[in-house]
Every structure is written in C-alpha cells, then in structure tokens.
C-alpha cells in the first residue's frame, strides 16, 4: 500500500529475479525483461487489480488495463440515481489518475483469449501478450432464458439498469413518464446475483421518488428467491413504515416471459403481472470473455478459483475476480469484495513473476451501505478469513453484522466510502 | 545470491519493523483496510502517519467492544490481535503518499 519501505523491498526481491534467470548474459535491457499483466475489465475488481500490481510491481512489470467504456460509473449510489436524488455525474469517475499511476489504459474490448499463446484479442487494436492475465469481467445476461427479450427494442424497453450507465438513465426517465397511480415492477433473479441487497434498495429508492412525485404509485417487488437475500428485517421495516402502502414484496416469482404489447410479466408459478414501468434484471453469470478463455466451470455460469491466489482452477496463469467467481460461503457478489479480491489478485500475479510465495492467510472484509431514502442508510458488515484446511474463505461469526436501524451517519459514512473505495481503485 | 540478500534485507527491515514474519503479509493485511482508508486520501480517517499507540489502542477498543463506532466494532473483530497490532506498526510507520 502506502508505505514506501514496503515497495523498495518489493521492488528489491522481484526486481532481482529475471537477471537471475539469465546467469552469464550482459544484462539485458531493462524495458525487454519487464513481465506483464493484461488486466481486462475496469470495475471495482479489475481496476482495483491493476493499480495494486503497478504500485506494487514497479518497474520489474507493465500492466496494462483493458476497458471498453471511457469512463467508470459505479453500481453502487445509482439506484439513487433512478430515484433522482444524485445524478450520473456524481458516480461517474474517469481512468486519468489510473494511468497517471503506471497503468496503461486501452478503451477497447478484449473479444477473445487464447490461454495456450497467452494472448488477449481486442475489437480494435493488436492482440495483447500476457504473462499473468487478471479477468475482472463482471457479468453478462441469460437474456434467452425470458421469453421476450429476444430483441434489442425488448431488452432496451425493460433495462435491467444492473451495470450503471446509459440503462440507469433510461430507466430514470420511464419513471419520470410514468403517470400517478402507475406500477413499477422490478424483477429479481434467483441467488446468487450481483448486490445482494441492491433489489431491495432500489426498491425503496424508488419508493422514495414516487411517494414525493407521484403518490398514489406502487413499486412491486417480484423475487425469483423465497425471501428477501439480505437485511430482510431493515428492509421490510423501510416497506411497512416509510413506504406503506406503496410497496408490496411477492416471493417465489420467477420470470419465465414478457409480453411486451401488454407489459404482462409471466412467471413459472406466479400470477401474471402487469405494470407500467418494469424494471427486468434477468438471470446472468460471469462476463462473456470468461467462457472465451474457458474458466467458467460452476454449472456453465461462475468461475472457480484457488482462494489463494484467485488463479483459475481449469485455466492457470489466468486469475479470475469480483462477480464473477463461483463465491466462497457466505461471500456477496459486492463492489467492495470485487476490490479486495483484486489486491489478492494482484499480489498473486507479481509472486508468480517473481517466483516467490503467495500469503498464505489473506482476510478480506466487505462492507455494503443500503440506502432507504436520500440521506440514510444500513450497512452490512463481514470478514472472511482463509481456512487452509477447507481451502475457501470462512465468513467470521463474531464480525458479521447489520445496522439495527438506517440513520443519517451511515448515510454519510455511505457517501464517503463510495469516495474511499473509487479513490482506492481509480487513483 | 542477490535475491537471497534481498530477502534478508526485506525481512530485517520490514520484518523487525512490523514484529510479523512477512512484511508482504502485512502490506496485504494493510491492502484490506484501504477500500475504505485509502492511501493519500483524507476520507473518512486517514491512516498513515498517525500515532503507533493511537492505532492500537482504537484497533483494540473496536474489537473488545469498548469503543463504540458504525462498521469498526465488527470488522475488528475479524482480525487477530496480532494482526491489529501489525496494522497500527504498519501504518504508523507509513507515510501518507
């Protein structure tokens, strides 16, 4: 991290290696032996990765970062966004600082690997050489698994709004159109998906919009999951005062269809629904390119890794991060798990280079701000600690833990770490 | 040779520093704590530079249940006492980049 005595012994053990690995050459040049880490996806995990193994690499390697939008625009905050109350702007931070820092910044997208050559194809550029890759590739959709959003128009119509971005927008503005008394239905897939408590959240952020804009509207929550995934008893609170009357939870309602020229929602054992503005986040898994470079082993939609490292468990040399990975026990898919699975990651990577032993008992913590109105909100708290025996992350019984009640300094506390952990992954 | 006097060098160093057996595992150590407390940043507690003792003695309270605070009363319970103890040399010993 920030101690600069730790980075010169870095530097110093790694540093020393590839002039080890030729005895009796001149030295070579120094640009020539520096090994390099392709990092592809710029999120909370890859862009965390990629800043870690340049800090702590120094000049003994290149990394270089590959990210297919301009600019990074965070999960977390943008249901506050579809609610009205922070604008895309305010979550929206660019990749400058990172490339001030040592990281080479390519905005392309990585379309292929090939583990056997170590290389990663690009839409638009050259092919990238790796000698450790990091894939932090988030997530892609099983759009086909809902009857209907087979088309573009379909998918666009019924945004999932799950990656921040031009969806959170399009969905903000149905809001904004949508008439007094309207219903907005949103979908939740079944567990594991990305944010845990975000449906939740979104939820009542939405509510929050509506009981001050358009008063006699309801949000209805459809969960493909028998109860609510996380921090039910603060949530169901938010629904039953802050939002009574204007919520209402269903279980156990998986989307099966959507027909469109009706905005019917069709489930496999739920009534069918119809709402005004209908908000789908279907069923998905880790992002495409990691089933091009063959890490996807957990029933055709996680990435298994070795916790140690992060390195796949079918494909080495390759680390796979964040939403993606077939998650230890109690693990959340989270932005703030993403950016401490990068360190791990990171870390991972340079003592393969350097031939060196990994840490071998890593801790990560996660800690996750769920916002009931525009000022206050909970947090869900955990460490996880790696057990050797059990070769997985063990969640720590005695530091888990929930906010009893939302109040206006979790709210802030929210607000300042989503500045700390973007400061910490993006320079 | 020179990796092996590297490695003797990194571990007196840093290793008598922090009292643990690997610097690298602390910096690790020190790595989960930066989500929230990042370097060069101010936001919410910045941690480099601050009073060894200071470290400490908050590392403890959070995790024995005598300081009350939002998130820190559970994630210090997360952690040994050594690796607190790690932590606060860690970062007493930092400088704020």
């Excluded at chain 1, 493909?224 to 039910?232: A, C, F, P, T």
Aim: proline content about 6%.
């Amino acid at each position: 991290m920030s101690a600069d005595v730790g980075r010169r012994c870095a530097l110093r053990t790694i540093g020393s290696a590839p002039l080890l690995a030729l005895p009796g050459c001149s030295p070579i040049p120094a640009s020539r032996a520096k090994r390099r880490i392709v990092v592809v996806g710029g999120g909370f995990g890859g862009a965390t990765a990629a800043r870690y193994a340049a800090m702590w690499g120094g000049d003994s390697v290149d990394v270089t970062l590959v990210e297919r939008d301009d600019a990074f625009v965070s999960c977390p905050l943008s249901n506050l966004v579809l609610a009205g109350s922070r604008t895309l702007a305010d979550i929206t931070v660019g990749y400058d600082a990172l490339a001030r820092r040592g990281v080479r910044v390519i905005h392309d997208s990585a379309v292929a690997v090939d583990p056997e050559r170590q290389r990663v194809r690009l839409a638009r550029g050259d092919d990238l050489r790796y000698d450790r890759l990091i894939l932090s590739p988030g997530i892609d959709f099983f759009y086909d698994r809902i009857a209907g959003l087979d088309t573009r128009e379909a998918r666009e119509r019924f945004p999932h709004a799950w990656r921040a971005g031009p969806q959170t927008v399009s969905l903000r503005r149905q809001l904004e159109a949508m008439r007094d008394g309207g219903v907005f239905a949103i979908s939740i897939p079944r567990a594991p998906y990305r944010c845990p408590p975000a449906p939740y959240e979104r939820a009542c952020q939405v509510a929050w919009y509506l009981k001050r804009a358009k008063p006699s509207s309801k949000v209805l929550i459809l969960d493909g999951n028998e109860d609510v995934q996380s921090e039910k008893a603060l949530f169901a609170k938010a629904w039953n005062d802050d939002y009574r009357g204007i919520v209402e939870y269903r279980p156990d309602c998986v989307l099966t269809g959507i027909d469109a020229a009706t905005r019917t929602m069709r489930f496999e054992v739920a009534e069918d629904v119809t709402a005004d503005v209908i908000n789908i986040i279907p069923p998905h898994g880790a992002g495409d390119i990691a089933r091009s470079a063959g890490v996807v082993t957990a029933n055709g939609q996680w990435c298994e890794v070795h916790f140690l490292t992060f390195e796949s468990v079918k494909v080495p040399g390759i680390h796979v991060l964040g939403d993606a990975i077939q998650v230890a026990p109690l693990m959340p898919k989270s932005g703030h798990m993403a950016n401490q699975h990068g360190k791990v990651a990171a870390a991972a990577a340079l003592a393969a280079l350097a031939e060196q032993p990994v840490n071998a008992s890593p801790v990560l913590n996660n800690v996750c701000y769920s916002f009931i109105n525009d000022r206050e909100a909970a947090h869900i708290v955990s460490v996880h600690r790696y057990d050797a025996t059990q070769q997985t992350f063990v969640s720590v019984p005695e530091a888990r833990g929930v906010s009893e009640e939302k109040s206006a300094l979790d709210g802030d506390y929210g607000f300042a770490w989503a500045r700390a952990i973007w400061t910490d992954m993006l320079g | 040779m020179y990796r092996a006097i590297a490695i003797v060098i990194a571990s007196c160093t840093l290793g008598a520093m922090a009292g643990h057996a690997n610097p690298l595992d602390v910096r690790a150590l020190a790595a989960s704590c930066a989500s929230c407390h990042p370097p060069a940043a101010s936001l919410p507690v910045p941690l480099e530079g601050q009073p060894r003792e200071m470290l400490a003695s908050r590392l403890h309270g959070f995790r024995d249940g005598s300081l009350h605070g939002t998130v820190m009363p559970q994630i210090a319970k997360g952690y040994t006492i050594d690796e607190l103890d790690a932590l606060a040399d860690y970062f007493a010993q930092a400088r704020a980049r």
